[in-house]
């Protein structure tokens, strides 16, 4: 449980960083490196020293076995991280199995990196070149915070004062196998017992408990390993809202299984209160990841140094309603490309500002290439998400009323989210996104916007702008192939014309439109705007095209960028009568669909010709949004 720093500041970063441990230091050279300690495992002050210098936040469950291996005499898991960099280099991140942060200096070169998930977090600032462990501290100090990409190795040459990148596979979708499910559930059990395991610690253990299928079986694996640990859970009732579900889940089951559970019953004065510190904390104002931290803060009120908590499964296993059926797999692994800046950075935060080391057993590696081979069909069956972990868990010993429980956001579970909702009307804020922005005064994220002009581009704009993201450019792929898989390519007078109306600047990247060999295109407009407005991630408006959202990831990846699509699986016919609410003047351009005459061409959409394009598309069977070529569109007017 440890932070890291370093630069020219590494002093000041620190101090900002002193919620993550007990005691600090400082070790001072070409570049100043600090790290700051609550041990978990061994108590070994950092940075340490051998033929490189480390400082490291790492948690990695086979450092003994590592250490008799090389034969070293390593003390705890940092120790034995530096024997293996001071020897191996980065080959020896394969060797790794656990989470980690860590700056590694030799010979006139700094190597930061992460763990391939992101489960620990590392931002560093360009000018002047400095890292931490979070970005408040950063911030705090006056510098542009960009978070280190997982699958990327920062070298910087303290000589030079110059950055390079290296790239780090991820997982892979494997060749399923035809197994039976209930083998495939019995694997899943016996893997994750092994993944808990590993993860209990030698000191005490508290486990964030809502009653569902994934935090209780936490618990049951515990309880069958022969652990003591103390389960958490927190809510809010306030005014005429129903007590919160998942507190009183959590209560009937620990009750039934026996489980030692603290419930914290947070007001609605402690929430307002907190609110602006945990929107500091987490440096977002994302409603979502305010509604799930707030539970999560106000749980864990115990001493205990680690804490369990059940983040993962519905990537793994398929649990969310906006994961399309049919390509479940790909979807899991989308998650999981996303996992480090949705939801990991928040919860590690969360967990350090009360004292805690977050430690994930659905997130461990044989896990995950296990999750990722299993076929769709035993990820979601019966109308059941999850529905082989569910069975995994009967087998495990879950109460089966729990197991086969339907799942409830953390937000929603326990009334964060209406608490937060009633604190925006009595504060006169008409959204609770607008309510939360107000407590931070930059953008969440400095954002290119693919965009062809037409509403989907400009929905998804819109939608990442509101939630305080900067938009620093829009990218456009002229493609000279109309019939280009990837880019609508419209006039570029239109385009050029809504970036004026916009007031954002434009970057157009040219391309033949072949198929993947645009790929290369896009990736020089975003590399372009990386270089030009010091962008760190890209927002599509894709809708339900996995093509277009997996070539943009994939792309994306490559140049360390995070990848927001906010429109993803939304209800179309909803969407559509958004459109017009929200007041976008669409025109449609061309139609290419059974049932739409070229009477639609030029229509701009209102109330009554949304509602004609829907009763056409439940007639002649097309997508009511246009996803699959139906027709083009244009933007005239934007809200």
């Given amino acids: 449980m440890c932070g890291i720093s370093g630069g020219e500041n590494a002093e000041e970063l620190l101090r900002n960083l002193e919620h993550r441990g007990d005691s600090s230091s400082v070790r001072e050279g070409e570049i100043d490196l600090g790290h700051v300690l609550h041990s978990v495992v061994g108590n070994v002050e950092q940075p340490l020293e051998g033929e490189g210098v480390l400082a490291a936040n790492c948690e990695i469950y086979n450092w003994e076995g590592l250490a008799r291996q090389l034969g070293t005499d390593a003390e705890n898991d940092a120790e034995l991280l530096l024997s293996l960099l001071d020897r191996e280099g980065l080959d020896a991140l394969e060797l790794l199995d656990g989470v980690y942060a860590f700056a590694y200096y030799n010979n006139g070169e700094l190597v930061l990196a992460r763990d391939l998930l ?71 059990k016996e893997l994750f017992l092994k993944a808990v395991e590993k993860r209990v610690p030698e000191g005490d253990l508290a486990l964030l408990f809502s009653g569902g299928v994934d935090s209780t079986m936490v618990a049951t694996a515990l309880q069958e390993l022969g652990e003591d640990f103390t389960c958490y859970t927190a809510g809010i009732q306030h005014g005429n809202v129903n007590a919160p579900r998942d507190m009183e889940w959590a209560e009937k089951v620990a009750e039934d299984m026996g489980l030692e559970l603290e419930s914290y019953e947070a007001s609605l004065a402690e929430v307002e209160e907190t609110l602006p510190e945990v929107v500091d904390w987490i440096s977002s104002t994302s409603v979502v990841k ?38 479940l ?137 509101r939630r305080n993201n900067e938009i620093a450019c829009l990218v456009n792929l002229q493609s000279e192939n109309r019939d280009s898989y990837m880019f609508d390519s419209k006039e570029m007078s239109i385009v050029e014309e809504q970036a004026e109306q916009l007031g954002i600047p434009l970057i157009v990247q040219e391309t033949e439109g072949e198929k993947e060999k645009e790929l290369g295109d896009l990736k020089k407009g975003l590399q372009r705007a990386v270089e030009e407005y010091g962008i760190e991630g890209v927002v599509a408006g894709a809708i339900a095209s996995t093509y277009q959202r997996d070539r943009v990831e994939n792309v ?14 939304e209800d179309q016919e909803r969407y559509m009568r958004w459109l017009v609410r929200e007041g976008f003047e669409v025109e449609i351009t061309e139609v290419a669909a059974r049932g739409l005459e070229e009477r639609w061409i030029g229509k701009v959409l209102d109330e009554e010709s949304v509602e004609e394009l829907i009763d056409l598309s439940q007639e002649y069977g097309f997508n009511v949004a246009g996803e699959g070529g139906e027709y083009e569109t244009r933007v005239l007017e934007f809200p």
């Fill in 290 to 327: 305010t509604g799930v931290a707030l539970p999560f803060h106000y749980a864990l009120q115990g001493d205990e140094k680690v804490v369990m908590s059940g983040l993962g499964s519905e990537q793994l296993y398929a649990g969310y309603s906006r994961m399309k059926e049919g390509y």
């Fill in 329 to 465: 797999n790909q979807e899991c692994l989308s998650g999981l490309r996303s996992l480090f800046h949705r939801d990991l950075y928040r919860d590690d935060v969360v967990a350090m500002r009360n004292g805690y080391e977050l430690r994930l057993p659905f997130l461990d590696h044989d896990l995950i290439e296990h999750a990722l081979s299993i076929p769709g069909d035993q990820k979601v069956s019966d109308d059941y998400k999850k529905y082989v972990l569910r069975k995994a868990a009967e087998k495990l010993g879950v109460p089966e009323e729990v197991a086969w429980r339907g799942k409830t956001a953390a937000q929603y579970g326990s009334n964060f989210d209406k608490a937060i909702a009633r604190l925006a009307r009595d504060n006169g804020f008409d959204h609770k996104q607008g309510y939360i922005n107000s407590f931070r005064d930059r953008p969440n994220n400095k954002i290119a916007a693919l965009t062809s002009g037409g509403k989907d581009s400009n929905a998804a704009l819109y939608r990442i702008n």
């Fill in 556 to 569: 994306a990846e490559e140049l360390g960028l995070k990848v927001f699509a906010p429109l993803w699986m």
């Fill in 118 to 188: 992101g489960v620990k977090p590392l931002w560093y600032s360009r000018e002047p070149f400095a890292f931490a462990s979070e970005k408040q501290a950063l911030e705090k100090e006056g510098l542009e915070a960009k978070e280190l990409h997982p699958r990327r190795v920062l070298k910087y040459d303290t000589e030079t004062d110059s950055i390079e990148f290296e790239q780090r596979e991820f997982f892979e979708i494997p060749k399923n196998s035809e197994r039976d499910i209930d083998q495939v559930a019995e694997e899943v």
